[in-house]
Each structure stands twice: as structure tokens, then as C-alpha cells.
């Protein structure tokens, strides 16, 4: 099982609390969606998903994507929002 882990920030690089964050997985049959927020250090982790890329809806909006594999220390990636 892969770890996934998004952290929000706004264009001075500080983080944002309670965005919404969506997890779009690639490659799975009709397209296998989880929701969660960020927590007061902008990040948000989702756990116990089979491997795989997914895209990062941040309140709607596309912002990155993320792929992790078993094995792999937890990925975090950085995404604006405004």
C-alpha cells in the first residue's frame, strides 16, 4: 500500500489550513476518488492506497499530481492555492 501526502501553501509559501483536497487516482475503474482537508501545517495524508499516480484537486482546481509506490518514504509535494 502507498502513503500520499499534499501540502498546501499561498504564494508567500505559507500554509493553508482546511483547504479541501481531492485525490483523483489515474487508472482505476471509474475513476476512484478521496476527499480530506489540511491540517494548521497545510498538509493532508492519505494512507493505505494501492500505488499509482493520482491528480491533487486543491477547492476544485487542479493543481499538481503525486505518484508514490510501496517502499517509498511518503512523498510530499507543494501545491498553490490562493
Request: proline share 4%; with cysteine; glycine share 12%.
Amino acid at each position: 500500500m502507498a502513503s500520499f501526502s499534499v501540502r498546501v501553501v499561498d504564494d508567500k509559501h505559507k500554509p493553508i489550513q482546511r483547504a479541501h483536497i481531492v485525490l483523483s487516482f489515474t487508472g482505476t475503474p471509474r475513476g476512484m476518488t478521496v476527499e480530506g482537508y489540511t491540517d494548521s501545517d497545510g498538509y493532508a495524508d492519505f494512507v493505505g492506497y494501492d500505488e499509482g499516480e493520482a491528480e491533487v484537486f486543491v477547492s476544485g482546481s487542479s493543481s499538481c499530481a503525486v505518484s508514490q509506490k510501496p517502499g517509498q518514504d511518503r512523498g510530499r509535494k507543494c501545491c498553490g492555492s490562493s
